[in-house]
């Protein structure tokens, strides 16, 4: 998507010519199993964010009203620290990162739109906005989360990457993990972390997943970013409605 306007490639007398909101996908580095890469939740948070730009800036005129920030690669995984690669800044350096990028993008940006693409960095996105809102910033976040999908490492995060970075999954690796209901495994994983429920890291079954699955669920997450984009309807916690 070369066409998506990014903070990284802007210099900086292009920025303060209109309103802008900064959109900033958060993802992690952590184990999705013996088939998906580390940075899988990062490539998907940078994915549905740069996609929702290109669709919202379809809206606007010239100069860019969207602009879509570098992404936060670490986030808090430490439940996935059972396994080599996973590599954890925790809930409350990532809420720190979080408050003090937005009081400093806030300076010249009007809004700024976190991405979340890691359950587990939920806790500190919620902190850091909800105290940048707190300090009269319009800061607001969203979760990149796909309808009915398996918990970690499954169908639908497989299918997903097979329709963004189909050279990066290993197909020949894939093999189920744990497939019970998330809600049995919780007190367990929270306690113990994800390696004491399931061996491989999976929570899930990879088997069967295609691409064009993965760019239905990628359809689904980036039409509901935008359309809560556009409203711009905060709710308590600081997330879009």
Known sequence: MESVPRLAAAVWPELGRAPVTLVVPVGSVEQHGPHLPLDTDSRIGR???AR???AL????????????APTIEYGASGEHEGFPGTVSIGTAALSLLLLE???SACRWADRLLVVN???GNAAAVIEAVTTLRAESRDAAWFPCAFPGADAHAGHTETSVLLAIAPAQVRMD???????????????????DGVAAVSPNGVLGDP???DAASGARSLH???????GAARRWSVGADGRLA
Do not use: C, F, K
Not at 177 to 190: E, M, W
């Open 57 to 68: 800036n379809d809206d606007d005129a010239a100069p860019p009203r969207w602009l879509l």
């Open 173 to 191: 690796q894939a093999a189920p993990g744990n497939t019970a209901p998330i809600g049995q495994l919780l007190d367990v994983l929270r306690r």
């Open 47 to 49: 994915e549905v964010a």
């Open 207 to 209: 088997s069967g997943a």
């Open 220 to 226: 689904s997450t980036t039409t509901a970013l935008t």
């Open 52 to 54: 929702a730009v290109e």
């Open 101 to 103: 990028l937005g009081r």
């Open 117 to 119: 693409a890691h359950g």
